[in-house]
């Protein structure tokens, strides 16, 4: 593995114990202008915030986060949601923060605003989600951890759900990772090895509304930081690999109280047709590049549907709905959209199946 900064986490455990006193450090985190990578900046805080209304609205350097012009570069954040910080620990916290421009417009890339709005409006549905994010770890040269450098592990078959060194690679960071979330409060479901080697899944939720975005926004930060303590690179890219290897999604769980409940599945194929007639428009919110980025996922081949079809079934990966085999034997309870990328936006995600299926739109 390629070490390009590597510091000794040993010698820094003889400063993280030393006690800071009655004053908190809040970690501000928010999505940049690219609509997938994520940013963070530390703040001290006089005591502990028991509430939103305790953080400050803050201010970065949008131009350097192409969310902004150097010649009026001032971004501005506002705290939304507080966590635990697995890190730093005590009474020190994450906050995710929604980004804002100078003339108190959000940036591009805050999807969350609309979001909210859209979830507030159908709050009489109660819809759930869960989303079942998949990632590849990299070494820092961008080669699939674990991989021989000059060649590639035997074929698919053998990874998924494995158990042994020779078939998983990167478990530390996911045990990591898994106990970071549980920490922090998120809702975190479960955690596999996937089919392509290297290629790990967590699941968030179910949770209702606009929780499901921001858990899985600040889980993801968690990776980041916790791969980055181990010199490992997380791709979210949905096709990190070319040639005879799965891709990697954030398949979409999705549910309304009626649907949840006994004679569901009627309003589960009511849902499932109106998603089949706005096909396109769900593509171009599925990932950050308006369906570019999917092209290369959506195949028809590797548990995929097609990117150019809208497809449905029970119990089948490749279609674009799934309709889980349980689901179909009672009569009732949720719906798989399988074609969400890795890199895709939680906030759009949800927000148009919520607009779809629930309001019309």
Request: net charge neutral; aromatic share 10%; with cysteine.
């Amino acid at each position: 593995m390629q070490n390009n900064a590597q510091t000794s986490k040993a010698v820094l455990d003889r400063y993280m114990s030393l006690p800071q006193g009655t004053r908190v450090q809040a970690t501000y985190i928010w999505i940049d202008g690219t609509g997938q990578g994520l940013r963070s900046k530390t703040k001290t805080l006089e005591g502990k915030p028991g509430k939103l209304d305790d953080l400050p609205i803050w201010n970065y350097d949008g131009s350097s986060c192409h969310q902004a012009e150097g010649s009026n570069s001032d971004t501005y954040l506002h705290p939304v949601k507080m966590y635990p910080c697995p890190f730093r620990r005590g009474d020190n916290v994450l906050v995710l923060c929604e980004a804002y421009k100078y003339n108190k417009e959000p940036t591009k890339t805050n999807k969350r605003k609309d979001c909210l709005a859209v979830m507030e409006k159908a709050k009489d549905y109660k819809p759930w989600f869960g989303i079942e994010q998949e990632y590849t770890l990299m070494d820092q040269d961008k080669h699939p951890f674990g991989w021989p450098k000059n060649g590639f592990p035997g074929p698919q078959g053998p990874y998924y759900c494995a158990v042994g060194a020779s078939r998983v690679y990167g478990r530390d960071i996911v045990e990591a990772h898994y106990r970071c979330c549980l920490y922090a409060g998120i809702r975190i479901a479960g955690a596999n090895a996937q089919v392509m080697p290297a290629q790990w899944e967590f699941q968030v939720g179910p949770t209702e509304g606009i929780d499901i975005g921001d858990d899985l926004w600040v889980a993801r930060y968690l990776l980041e930081r916790v791969a980055e303590d181990f010199g490992v690179v997380v791709s979210l890219d949905p096709k990190p690999m070319v040639g005879d290897w799965n891709g990697a999604g954030a398949h979409c769980n999705f549910s309304t109280k009626a649907m949840r409940e006994v004679g569901g599945m009627k309003h589960i194929e009511a849902a499932i047709e109106k998603l089949s007639k706005n096909h396109d428009s769900h593509i171009k919110a599925y990932d950050p590049n308006e369906g570019k980025d999917n092209e290369r996922r959506l195949t028809g081949a590797h548990e995929t549907s097609s990117i150019l079809d809208f497809s449905s079934g029970v119990a089948n990966r490749g279609a674009s709905i799934r309709i889980p085999r349980e689901v179909s034997a009672q009569g009732y309870g949720y719906l798989e959209d399988r074609r969400p990328s890795s890199n895709c936006d939680p906030y759009s995600v949800t927000m148009v199946i919520v607009k779809t299926t629930c309001l019309g739109d």
